[in-house]
């Protein structure tokens, strides 16, 4: 009769044994390995924050408004645009027709207005907005507002629009400090997170051949004999 050893008997027998200890290549190939997989992980949590754009609807009647939220790792001050649905006929209204919005911040509130299209596609054209002052040029100046680091939000109002837009839906978009064109240079390191699924894939093999050797390993230190503590 054999009498089979517990668990607890050979976990003691093989931590005993000098050969089953992990070799010290392959410990610290797996805590090199788990470094970097948690690295990209908040890398790729922090890319996603600061490369996401806020957008929403907003029909263009005087009173409507919309609010966006918009969460930022560094404080920043906002860059609004708008999408306008192109057309065939009263396209030059469209790109330059009046748009005037105020934008409220918890912390302050700032009159914005629509420059002429900055950009188009078969679909859309942009308009970027840039703070009313006096003297201002036709060109994008900085807003006054300072989001903060965080979680932040701001409510956008129609006040002032041409007739022949009125009525219009258009797209708020709150552009990110990062992008695949540009980038804050304060997070310009984060950019290269756009590679990550190379990263990815590079670690994916990283991991296998760990496994592989720690597989090969386990193999040649398996004990051979009975573990102490059976009998037959």
Known sequence: MSREASPATRVAHRIAVPGYRMPP???????????AVVLLALGKAAHSVASTTATARLPLVVGAGTSLTLYRLLPEHPRLSL????????????????????????????????????????????????????GATARRLPSRINLPAGRSALEVTVLAVDPALLGQTV??????????????????????????????????????????????????????GPVPGTAE
């Not at 290549?25 to 470094?35: D, E, T, V």
């Not at 919005?101 to 596609?121: G, K, V």
């Not at 980038?183 to 950019?191: H, I, T």
């Open 25 to 35: 290549a392959l410990r610290i190939g797996w805590w090199l390995l788990a470094a």
């Open 83 to 134: 999408a306008f649905a192109r057309r065939l006929r009263g396209e030059e209204v469209v790109s330059a027709g009046r748009v005037r919005l105020r934008i409220a911040h918890a912390a302050a509130t700032e009159l914005q207005e629509a420059l002429p299209r900055s950009s188009w596609n078969r679909q859309l054209l942009w308009r970027m907005l840039t703070p009313l002052r006096a």
């Open 171 to 224: 797209t708020v978009s709150v552009e990110p400090p990062l992008g695949f064109k540009q980038a804050d240079p304060r997070l310009g390191w984060l950019w290269w997170f756009y590679l990550w699924p190379a990263y990815a894939a590079m670690l994916a093999v990283f991991g296998g051949l760990l496994a592989w050797r720690t597989v090969r390993w386990r193999q040649r230190v398996a004990p051979a």
